[in-house]
């Protein structure tokens, strides 16, 4: 089911989103060499549960953690631990949610640790533009697949660019989000301009493309969660819950200016 918010459903969802983003800013000034991504977890989960939210990742499916924190060649879902220590030169992305009175935000950012390389800049950077692609496509009357096109053009725009190949990760993607942290539709990182459902006011989707510097071949790891790239090269992964206005895309997930 595809559920359509109202405009005071869109606002509590604002509230959530707010907690998300102001998390990821915390942890993003927190970041630097020497610190685990389980004290970044403890961080995340205690500033949450400060604001009355409570964070949606932890006991979801029965993972362990408030946040994902993916190093190097972790795409997505990895599992935060006080023994990964972050070294200079790694690079990090950091997925979080959280619920407030019953509506959900959903966030993500890749962070460098110290000074990037120009690789893994060019790599992030290619990532986070490929979101705003796609983000500019949520308008009403617009398609499903016209997102997924967009995202998977500006991916391959800016690896010509940078005159690099870039693994576009089709296994996973954005979604909607509301009430529950996944909720239809299933939102594609690659796809066909005019193809897929009709976009509407009110919907709200999760907009998440993953870019790998190479295969965008993944493997899951036997912890269950874990999703790293096939052929050990390095990943990006950003991610905004955004709502469908008629004034256009609305993200939800921003902290406030």
Known sequence: MIQIKSD????KMREAGLVVGRTLALL???VAPGISTGELD????SYIRS???VPSFKGYHGYPATICASVNDQIVHGIPSHDQVLREGDIVSLDCGAILEGWHGDAAVTLAIGTPTPADEALSAACRSAMDAGIARLVPGGRLGDVGHAIEAEARRRAAEDGREYGIVADYGGHGIGTSMHMEPFVPN???????????TGMVLAIEPMLTGGTDETVELEDGWTVVTADGSRAAHWEHSVAVTDDGPRILTLPAA
């Open 51 to 53: 604001v009355g939210a």
């Open 190 to 200: 690659v796809g066909r301009a005019g193809s897929g459902m009709r976009l509407r």
């Open 42 to 45: 403890g961080m995340a989960e």
């Open 8 to 11: 005071a459903e869109i606002a």
């Open 28 to 30: 993003t000034q927190a």
